[in-house]
């Protein structure tokens, strides 16, 4: 079998012992799925514990039930719905415009195209290619600090940036992996291959993993 098949097979099994999903992961599934509460909550989740961006996405959308919605509401209102989450001020005026651009260009509807994805606001590749696996269903891989931390630390790739990873995963990941990897590399992120202090003792990638053996010889 193929490495990289091999590595995301058992990230896969470990990750079967997490049974809640990533906070994307509870949204898509929760709202089955809707892009413009995907595209929202991945703004909301920027330097955001998962936690926090559920608590926020949950109050927000209690409020404001849809994009003609929340375009028109209060950035006062929507600050402290949106409290929970990291830099509220700065995001309750983004979600606002970005709900007005999506109104007037975009017919109400949030765009399905990568290009036109990446015009919006506060939105960048990770948040982008999210808003296509999550919302669309579309296959791209976000690839946020687990998923840069974690191709590199295994060795997968050897890169600098996060966007130079992306293009090395589409090269290397068969597409049957793109809607999956983000999920599979944040939930084992979050429990196993933390950034501080990883549990590498209950890993089973230990054999092989670039980090694990240059911090052990």
């Not at 997490?18 to 906070?23: L, R, V, Y």
């Not at 898509?28 to 920027?46: C, E």
């Not at 709900?99 to 260009?105: A, G, L």
Request: hydrophobic share 35%.
């Amino acid at each position: 079998m193929h490495k990289i098949d091999d590595i995301l097979n058992k990230i896969k099994l470990m990750n079967a012992r997490q049974i809640k999903k990533t906070a994307l992961g509870e949204m898509s599934k929760k709202h089955t799925p809707d892009p413009f509460k995907i595209l929202i909550g991945t703004i909301l989740s920027h330097r955001t514990r998962d936690s926090n961006t559920e608590k926020a996405v949950n109050q927000l959308f209690t409020v404001y039930k849809n994009v003609h919605e929340l375009a028109n509401g209060k950035v006062s209102i929507i600050e402290k719905l949106i409290k929970p989450a990291n830099f509220y001020r700065i995001k309750a005026n983004r979600i606002k415009e970005v709900s007005k651009i999506i109104i007037n260009e975009y017919n109400g509807k949030v765009p399905n195209n990568l290009d036109q994805l990446l015009s919006l606001p506060s939105v960048g590749r990770k948040t982008a290619n999210c808003v296509l696996v999550y919302g669309f269903n579309k296959p791209a891989i976000p690839v946020d600090t687990h998923v840069h931390r974690i191709s590199n630390r295994l060795g997968i790739v050897k890169t600098k940036k996060p966007e130079e990873t992306e293009i090395v995963l589409t090269k290397l990941l068969d597409q049957k992996y793109w809607l999956e990897i983000n999920e599979f590399f944040v939930k084992f992120g979050q429990t196993i291959c933390r950034p501080v202090n990883p549990k590498c003792g209950v890993c089973k990638l230990n054999k092989t993993c670039s980090y694990f053996l240059v911090m052990n010889k």
